[in-house]
């Protein structure tokens, strides 16, 4: 079944404790990002990927590193989260001139 | 001003009825996206459009890009269409065009 796949669903850490949340495809995209979702303030870009080794910020890149050394995969980073980072978050994918398939989202709290 | 604005924010509308939900946006685009997001919280992509009119189903999508707005339009409406629509447009032509902003969405509920 073609699907993005996001662990944790759930997450709870605390201020300070580095975090990866991973998103794997299995459709051989070449694009993949990542957004962030808010009461109040929607959906909002953090990074993209338009391929291996190729990223670049969305409009909320603060306090997030991401990487793309293989097309499957593309992990967010929270080297030091703090609590303006908890959030509903969502990794997508989609060929060159394609529609978006998203992930199930990670619900991540920092307290 | 926001850089996509949806109308409305919430509707309401009972079985059957024909709904219409706005976009507008102010900047360039490559493309603009119609989404789903079910109330428990996964987002399905509808459609994506770079002109024109596109169906699926009961839904309608179009957008006219020199009056830079799109409609998504629901023909016989179900309960099961209760959601959120999101309208995201893809910015740019070049190095920016995967650059997606967020509309903040139109809830709907479809009562019987």
């Known amino acids: 079944e073609a699907q993005v796949t996001q662990n944790p669903r759930y997450l709870i850490t605390v201020t300070g404790k580095k975090l990866t949340v991973t998103c794997s495809q299995n459709?051989?995209?070449?694009?993949m990002s990542w957004y962030r979702q808010d009461p109040g303030l929607g959906l909002r870009q953090i990074y993209y990927s338009m391929n291996v080794e190729v990223t670049d910020k969305g409009d909320v890149p603060e306090g997030y590193k991401v990487s793309r050394k293989e097309k499957r995969n593309f992990p967010l980073i929270l080297e030091s989260p703090s609590p303006n980072q908890t959030s509903l978050y969502f990794c997508?994918?989609?060929?060159?001139?394609?529609?978006?398939?998203f992930g199930s989202g990670t619900r991540l709290t920092v307290v | 001003k926001n850089e996509v604005e949806q109308s409305p924010q919430n509707l309401t509308a009972q079985e059957g009825e024909f709904i219409t939900i706005n976009c507008s946006y102010s900047v360039g685009i490559s493309a603009l996206h119609w989404l789903q997001q079910h109330p428990g919280g996964g987002i399905v992509s509808l459609f994506m459009l770079s002109s024109g009119k596109k169906k699926h189903g009961r839904l309608i999508a179009t957008i006219n890009i020199q009056e830079k707005h799109s409609s998504l339009h629901i023909t016989a409406s179900h309960p099961r269409d209760s959601a959120v629509y999101i309208c995201a447009v893809r910015r740019g032509y070049t190095g920016t065009a995967s650059k997606l902003t967020f509309g903040t969405g139109t809830r709907l509920q479809v009562t019987l």
């Open positions: 459709m051989n995209h070449e694009y």
């Open positions: 997508a994918s989609r060929f060159s001139a394609g529609g978006y398939t």
